[in-house]
């Protein structure tokens, strides 16, 4: 069949609204910062994605953006090699500290990612199929998600926040935090729980799993501290949470710290901060350091790197989930058609989606149904872009003056002797 010629492609920052969730990096700001990229093809298909909107990230994907015309949508190792030469040798510092410093391969995985996703897209449009097909075909019809957690303020702190404040209202102890289960389950039917941990002290949060195991005895529960322990710490958490948690993610910073904790205990360590590009790998399989790798497009390179890292982990017995960080409905139904296409990725998906008010894509076809998200059967990923709601976002990113993503000057603002510094618990 012919090719499917690429004539240009945008990327367009919008801000999202977001409520005060505390982290190990402190709060977050009233806005997260996201993009739509569109790729255009010469037969007058668009294929669409979505990245972080972060400035050094813009710079990036408007610097790729001018080097795609005459590429074939349909040529992904050409996608590479354009990228390749578009980056250069400059290495762009990445979107959150969290996945630590920047560099070549980390640059060039997140431009592909990027833009691989749009031509998925594009290609799927094409050939009126979905992307799970084009990814080696659906193993699932429906893709499970856990209930992300968190410990949060009622409100942003005075003078910040642009809207008023949720109807979450606060969660800053045990009750609080099964109260807020307690509702992501009644509304969304999730059948797993992860915690996001690494803001009080650690006995407060395995008080706090404790109680949610007790709330919801039938449903896995997972705890992410961020690396906001030390290992020693990590280990005495580790061993009074013995049988009681799924996995333990990112307990303690770098790959031989989370090999000290795994040798000691019995529970999978899970990660998204150690384990984040191919280079990281062999160490960690060779140390034992996790036995549960979470994935993620955006940063690891695209839909085929997720299933590349996919067959590596099985080769080595490891599982395999997916991390999310804030964002919109074209990231998930990306998700959602690489992990539908994706065997041994059985773990259930993180998802930002309930702290969400804000979406640029059409209503009605991504919805959770117990837990999950049923695989969009379209051409394509499935979803498309609310011109509207997308102008309205991006009118609402020129205006909030957020450019980069800083929880610790936020959190700064409440407590100002805050530094953001892990392991902050030694």
């Known amino acids: 069949m012919p090719g499917l010629v690429v004539t240009g492609a945008e990327v367009v920052p919008v801000a999202v609204k977001d409520p005060p969730l505390l982290n190990a990096s402190g709060c977050h700001e009233p806005f997260q910062l996201r993009s739509i990229i569109r790729v255009r093809t010469a037969d007058g298909i668009v294929g669409i994605s979505e990245a972080y909107g972060d400035d050094r990230t813009l710079e990036l994907l408007n610097?790729?953006?001018?080097?795609?015309?005459?590429l074939d949508?349909?040529?992904l190792n050409g996608l590479t090699r354009r990228v390749v030469e578009a980056v250069g040798t400059q290495t762009v510092p990445m979107f959150t500290e969290l996945?630590?410093?920047a560099s070549l391969q980390k640059t060039v995985a997140l431009a592909v990612g990027a833009f691989e996703v749009a031509f998925f897209d594009a290609q799927g449009k094409a050939l009126g199929r979905p992307v799970a097909d084009l990814l080696g075909g659906a193993v699932r019809d429906r893709v499970d998600f856990s209930a992300y957690l968190f410990y949060k303020w009622a409100e942003h702190p005075d003078g910040t926040a642009a809207f008023e404040p949720d109807e979450w209202g606060a969660a800053l102890d045990p009750d609080g935090i099964v109260a807020q289960a307690r509702t992501m389950v009644d509304r969304y039917g999730f059948g797993s729980l992860k915690l996001k941990g690494g803001v009080f002290a650690p006995q407060e949060e395995v008080e706090a799993v404790r109680a949610l195991r007790k709330a919801f005895p039938d449903r896995p529960v997972r705890l992410d501290p961020n690396a906001n322990w030390s290992p020693e710490v990590?280990?005495?958490?580790?061993?009074e949470l013995e049988g009681e948690l799924e996995y333990l993610e990112d307990p303690t910073p770098g790959i031989p710290g989370m090999a000290q904790v795994a040798a000691g205990t019995s529970l999978p360590l899970a990660t998204n901060m150690c384990v984040v590009c191919f280079a990281d790998l062999p160490e960690a399989v060779r140390l034992g350091a996790v036995q549960v790798v979470l994935s993620d497009h955006h940063f690891w390179g695209g839909l085929r790197a997720c299933q590349r890292l996919a067959g590596i982990c099985e080769t080595f017995g490891l599982g395999l989930s997916m991390h999310s960080n804030t964002h919109l409905g074209v990231s998930l139904a990306a998700m959602v058609h690489v992990a539908a296409a994706t065997p041994n990725l059985t773990y259930a998906l993180d998802t930002h989606v309930p702290w969400k008010t804000e979406e640029?894509?059409?209503?009605?076809?991504?919805?959770?149904?117990?837990?999950?998200?049923?695989?969009?059967?379209?051409p394509g990923l499935g979803v498309e872009i609310d011109e509207d709601a997308l102008a309205a976002l991006h009118e609402q990113y020129v205006r909030c003056g957020i450019r980069g993503r800083d929880d610790a000057t936020h959190m700064r603002r409440v407590d100002p002797s805050f530094t953001g510094a892990r392991p902050r618990f030694a």
Do not use: K, S
């Open 360 to 378: 640029v894509i059409r209503p009605g076809a991504l919805a959770f149904r117990d837990g999950a998200i049923g695989v969009p059967t379209g």
């Open 63 to 70: 610097r790729v953006a001018a080097v795609l015309p005459g």
């Open 99 to 101: 996945i630590g410093p």
């Open 73 to 75: 949508a349909f040529d």
């Open 234 to 239: 990590a280990a005495r958490v580790a061993a």
